[in-house]
């Protein structure tokens, strides 16, 4: 049941703007805590169909939010991000399709999160809001639904942190799920990226403004965000991607012997920290976000991998990037085996010197496939 701005049609309320939709109950998170009163920030693109059948739900990574496509609300007018696939005649063709973006339970772009006022002591949650997992943002997602009044989706799409939010709802709700996109993702987290996320949490952390995780009422941790961003930049872009950028060369042509940066690399990682230093990122949110991944098992709950998705019903397909080292193609391989024998998948691999990121910043070689997907 929607408690907000209960009057006109669906894509009038939530189109063209961010909205905040409150749910009407709790959320009963895995871990035995509750949340109340629990706010999703979200934003649409397209219309609703007399048959209430066209509906794609888009769900985003690690560091992104709603604001998937066209120019944003803000002085920058920066464009969403993926905005190279959704939108009139894109590969998820907002003249066909009624495209939700929401924002992921703890994530920082107004859902409820660490950010967000404890309502029994007044103040932000911090350190005190409750761990959550995939499987909690997965029921955040089927309450979303059911308050929107939408009973199954056409599609729902995801990649990385996103990816992972498909596979959690294909083993809870694989009826409402529709068509399924996974992409650069895996269906457990390998102890080599926990590892990486405990580094970047150390980062934030480290930083004397984090203040124990209490900083909203004063500066925030904006060194160790930039620390988490530069080294974070490293983990989406290869070995190759930034030999192919940046080179080694000295950006004067000679060295100058300095400490300063000399190199297009360092001057491409200090602009990476300052842009995370303005205040997009939340320190608190990201440390929510990845200590959640690490909790990311899909098989542990229900016995096998195949046992987690034994309900899925509708045709899938997976996406690897044959340079993506976080989430190797033999993971996504895992899952297409897992997969019901009656059930219609295509595992793609494609190559890109993008690693990771690639399904962001080299879209082209995904368009044609998702776009025949969909349809």
């Known amino acids: 049941m929607l408690r907000s701005d209960p009057e006109g049609r669906l894509e009038d ?66 464009p969403g991000w993926w905005n190279a696939a959704i939108g009139p005649g894109k590969a998820i063709d907002t003249d066909r399709y009624f495209v939700i973006v929401p924002n992921v339970l703890g994530g920082a772009g107004g859902t409820t999160s660490p950010a967000a006022q404890n309502p029994s002591t007044g103040r932000p ?49 694989p009826a409402r799920t529709g068509k399924s996109v996974i992409i650069s993702a895996t269906a457990r987290t390998s102890a080599h990226n926990t590892a990486l996320w405990a580094v970047l949490r150390a980062a934030l952390m480290s930083d004397p403004n984090w203040r124990g995780g209490d900083y909203y009422n004063g500066p925030g941790p904006s060194a160790g965000l930039g620390l988490l961003a530069m080294t974070g930049a490293l983990f989406w872009m290869s070995r ?3 030999e192919r950028r940046f080179g080694i060369a000295p950006v004067s042509g000679v060295p100058r012997y300095t400490m300063e940066p000399d190199f297009a690399v360092e001057q491409f990682l200090n602009s990476v920290k300052e842009n995370a230093s303005k205040g997009r990122l939340d320190a608190n949110s990201l440390i929510y976000l990845t200590r959640a991944i690490d909790y990311f098992d899909l098989a ?76």
Not at 50 to 75: C, F, I, K, M, Y
Not at 134 to 141: E, G, N, Q, S
Not at 148 to 161: F, K, M, P
Not at 329 to 347: F, G, T
């Open 13 to 78: 309320r939530l189109n063209a703007r961010p909205h905040l939709i409150t749910l009407a109950d709790p959320l009963q998170l895995q871990s035995g805590a509750v949340l109340p009163d629990v706010q999703i920030a979200c934003q649409s693109y397209g219309h609703l169909n007399e048959a209430q059948d066209n509906a794609v739900l888009v769900l985003h990574g690690l560091t992104s939010d709603q604001h998937a496509a066209g120019a944003s609300s803000g002085p920058a007018r920066k």
């Open 125 to 173: 949650y911090g350190l005190s809001f409750p761990v959550i997992t995939l499987a909690d943002m997965a029921k955040m997602h089927a309450a979303l639904l059911d308050a929107l009044g939408i009973e199954q989706l056409h599609a729902t799409i995801g990649g990385c942190l996103g990816g992972f939010q498909v596979l959690e709802m294909l083993a809870a709700c």
């Open 240 to 242: 190759e991607t930034l």
């Open 300 to 375: 542990r709950d229900a016995g096998s991998l195949q046992l987690a998705l034994k309900g899925v019903q509708n045709p899938v397909l997976l996406v690897s990037y044959a340079s993506d080292w976080r989430y190797p193609v033999e993971e996504m391989a895992e899952i297409a085996k897992a997969l019901p024998e009656n059930v219609p998948h295509q595992h793609l691999t494609l190559e890109s010197t993008m690693g990771h990121g690639a399904f962001l910043y080299e879209f082209e070689s995904l368009r044609p496939a998702l776009s025949e997907f969909l349809r």
